[in-house]
């Protein structure tokens, strides 16, 4: 049996969410770098992996009982994610856009380079993760559901994965770009109340996008290759 040690962060994050939790709080990406060992993610950041090691462990022993993700079948995992994750950008990414038009046209003068900038990053964010609920939500789940892991070659959804996956990496790309943009969703000692609320709530879709994409690149889209790599 593996070590956290030896594990990826990938792997430990899909097998506990409290893990999850301990990566989130010392900025580890755990959803799209999911193939990195524990430890190089852990040098990266310049943490000690010997003290995140430990605190996985702790998290672990103290694991709640949320719902194992892993065993659950793939029909529960895809309703939760359209259920949590789906549902949240439909009803939040409209309002933070809202809201952050109305920012910058009541602090533009002193702030509009960075709020300009953070529109035009997150507007584009916007319109690329709403493509790929679209085909998400009326192509490939779907489709998982009606096969339930009896591939063929001709009706495995590996290339529709691969774009999937390369969209959540730029995705999280622009979300390191609002975190850098924002100074770790810092707001200027000027801003108002609607400004610390901006920021806190991009805080929030970051969280929420890392444990969405979590379950997809981490879960669902390897259970996924593993049932199409099966002989026939």
Same mark, same amino acid.
């Given at each position: ?9 990938? =792997? ?69 994610? $359209? =259920? ?52 998400? =939500?009326?192509?490939?789940?779907? $489709? ?56 806190? =709530? $991009? ?5 929420? $996008? ?23």
């Amino acid at each position: 049996m593996q070590t956290l040690e030896e594990m990826t962060v990938g =792997e430990i994050a899909a097998r506990s969410s409290a893990s999850a939790r301990v990566f989130e709080t010392h900025g580890i990406n755990f959803c799209c770098s999911g193939q990195i060992p524990v430890t190089e993610a852990c040098l990266a950041r310049g943490l000690n992996p010997a003290e995140i090691v430990h605190h996985l462990e702790q998290a672990e022993h103290s694991e709640d009982g949320p719902a194992n993700w892993q065993t659950a079948s793939t029909g529960s995992l895809i309703d939760h994610i $359209l =259920e949590q994750h789906h549902a949240y950008l439909k009803t939040h990414l409209p309002s933070l856009q809202a809201r952050l038009e109305g920012v910058l046209r009541a602090h533009s003068a002193r702030h509009g380079d960075v709020l300009s900038l953070l529109f035009a990053t997150f507007r584009g964010m916007r319109e690329q993760l709403e493509a790929r609920l679209l085909q998400q =939500e009326t192509v490939l789940f779907p $489709l998982l559901r009606a096969l339930d892991g009896d591939w063929g070659p001709a009706s495995h959804p590996g290339g529709s994965i691969q774009i999937l996956m390369e969209g959540h990496d730029a995705t999280a790309a622009a979300l390191a770009e609002v975190r850098r943009m924002t100074s770790n969703y810092t707001s200027p000692p000027d801003a108002c109340v609607t400004f610390d609320a901006l920021y806190r =709530e $991009l805080h929030e879709l970051e969280i929420d $996008l890392h444990r969405h994409f979590h379950l997809e690149n981490n879960i669902l889209f390897p259970r996924v290759r593993k049932a199409g790599s099966r002989p026939l």
